[in-house]
């Protein structure tokens, strides 16, 4: 079940719409419409969306973190820093013009990327296993 957990969590973070068979564990996903717009990927929605809409019951549905809850994740991530003088640096990109942009690029310059990562993964897993278990 962990890797059922970390491969719905990774399609979730990339901008897919998941969903996962209560029984059979088959994963079908397609790439968010908010997130990709229209494009050629539109068939693939229409096929999972007729695959699952025939059985509802059968499927958990795990949509891509909306982007108040990004802003979520990357403020408790803030928290979890012991460098008060980082904290206050990525508080305050969290407070800028361009949040998730300026955060990237903090986290990238001050060498945490690894950390901010493994925390937004941890994070995602989480969500998706209390989702799974509930």
């Given amino acids: 079940m962990e890797e059922i957990i970390k491969e719905i969590a990774e399609l979730i973070d990339s901008g897919e ?24 990927f539109d ?8 695959i699952t809409d025939a059985n509802p019951e059968a499927y958990i549905q795990f949509d891509p973190p909306e982007t108040r809850e990004s802003y979520k994740i990357m403020e408790g991530f803030v928290e979890t820093l012991k460098n008060e003088q980082l904290k206050g640096l990525l508080m305050d990109t969290l407070n800028s013009k361009k949040p998730f942009r300026n955060f990237r ?6 060498n945490i990327e690894d950390d901010w990562y ?3 993964d941890a994070y995602l897993e989480m969500s998706v296993s209390d989702k799974l278990l509930s």
């Fill in 43 to 50: 068939y693939l929605a229409e096929k999972v969306l007729a």
């Fill in 118 to 120: 493994d925390y937004k």
């Fill in 105 to 110: 690029n903090a986290v990238e310059t001050e």
């Fill in 17 to 40: 719409v998941v969903f996962f068979h209560r029984e059979t564990h088959e994963i079908l996903s397609y790439p968010a419409p908010d997130r990709s717009g229209y494009n050629e």
